[in-house]
């Protein structure tokens, strides 16, 4: 296990993921990476990482490693629901340096959006020129000067509210944009990240991007790391084990255990009153979620399966409530979906502790 410093705190682990990342941007693209995992396992931080430290040589001024060329947008902050707050939240005018002094945009700004002349903009807006047409020009011109583009799309599934209830041959457009990008000129790499791992399904099925994706998944961390931070922690074997056993390899969690487990008189206290928190929560959404009977029979189904056998998976004998089922409940954070194994598991192990509790 390296532990390095990323905008100074510790950044734990990673490496293999550092590694795949690095020989992925190195080779021609091919295929749109889809990186999923569960909520809050460090995909932000890890591609951040990625982008910050080894794609750039100094991010501050936006000197890049090498010859990449980086844009990263993390669409969290956005309310995108139709065709110009998608515009929005990815284009931004050129600024007129002429007169006035330009201001400095923060390093992150700048690659979360593309510059392009404020007239080009405003014919997009219009629908006088051709988003994507625009786009893949502005990439080619990288390209021309020898630069290697690489698009990171954060938290995609903020582009939800276009899929259900706005412009559904937008996003297909979008992801039709990102196929010719990678698998059809070999332009660009496109890397897009959610743990919204229904909506990535669906939308994947939907565009048939079968053919031209590749999926690759960023899990908590593994016990052998685990034990490790622990152990570098000054944790004993015993507390260890128990601390696995309560948060698995969950980052955040350790983290805050370690802020916080000197307000309870013993590390198995403030376990418990974490376990009761993710029961609490589970039994919060028995009340406000007004599931019929049979979707929490189903839901029941799954935990107990679980909590037998490590896992639930969605085979396909399964009523096709099942899906419906799962995806409502990883919608609020408490399962995980895995689209590639079909398995389920609790978002973290911590609601898995929590799911012992509705002694089923
Ligand atoms: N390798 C790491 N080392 C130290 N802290 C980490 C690491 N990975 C994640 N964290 C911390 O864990 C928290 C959650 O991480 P992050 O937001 O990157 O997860 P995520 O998978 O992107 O979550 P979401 O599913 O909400 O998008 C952050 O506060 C971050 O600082
Ligand atoms: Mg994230």
Request: hydrophobic letters at 40%; one cysteine or more; aromatic letters at 12%.
């Amino acid at each position: 296990m390296n532990t390095r410093t990323f905008r100074n705190e510790k950044l734990i682990d990673r490496d293999n993921e550092i590694n795949f990342f690095l020989d992925w941007f190195r080779s021609l693209p091919k295929l749109i990476l889809w990186v999923y995992g569960p909520k809050s396992s460090g995909k932000t931080t890890l591609i951040e990482y990625v982008v910050e430290k080894e794609l750039f040589e100094d991010f501050e001024n936006l000197k890049p490693k090498g010859n990449w060329w980086v844009k990263y947008i993390n669409l969290r902050r956005y309310l995108i629901s139709n065709y110009s707050s998608f515009i929005e939240a990815i284009l931004t005018p050129e600024k007129d340096d002429k007169g006035k002094k330009e201001e400095k945009l923060s390093a992150s700004f700048n690659i979360g959006v593309f510059n392009i002349k404020a007239e080009l903009l405003n014919e997009v807006k219009n629908k006088e020129k051709d988003l994507f047409k625009v786009l893949m020009e502005e990439i080619q011109n990288r390209t021309k000067k020898n630069r290697q583009p690489i698009i990171i799309i954060d938290e995609i599934q903020t582009l939800e509210d276009i899929y259900i209830n706005g412009d559904r041959e937008l996003l297909k457009e979008f992801l039709n944009f990102c196929v010719s990008l990678t698998k059809e000129t070999h332009l660009s790499h496109v890397v897009i990240l959610s743990s919204n791992t229904v909506f990535i399904d669906r939308i994947y099925n939907d565009a048939r991007l079968k053919e031209t994706s590749r999926f690759y998944k960023v899990d908590h961390l593994p016990k052998d790391i685990t034990v490790e931070w622990l152990s570098s922690e000054g944790f004993k074997d015993d507390e260890i084990n128990l601390i696995w056993d309560y948060l698995g390899g969950s980052i955040p969690q350790i983290q805050r255990l370690m802020m916080f487990r000197k307000e309870f008189k013993t590390l198995k206290e403030y376990l418990e009153h974490q376990a009761f928190l993710a029961y609490s929560q589970i039994v919060m959404f028995y009340h406000q979620g007004k599931f019929p009977k049979e979707e929490i029979e189903i839901f029941e189904n799954i935990c107990k399966e679980i909590l037998n056998n490590g896992s639930f998976v969605l085979s396909k004998d399964r009523d096709s409530k099942y899906l419906e089922v799962i995806s409502k409940w990883a919608e609020k954070e408490i399962l995980f979906f895995d689209p590639l194994t079909l398995e389920v598991k609790g978002n973290s192990r911590i609601y898995e502790k929590g799911m012992e509790k509705l002694e089923l």
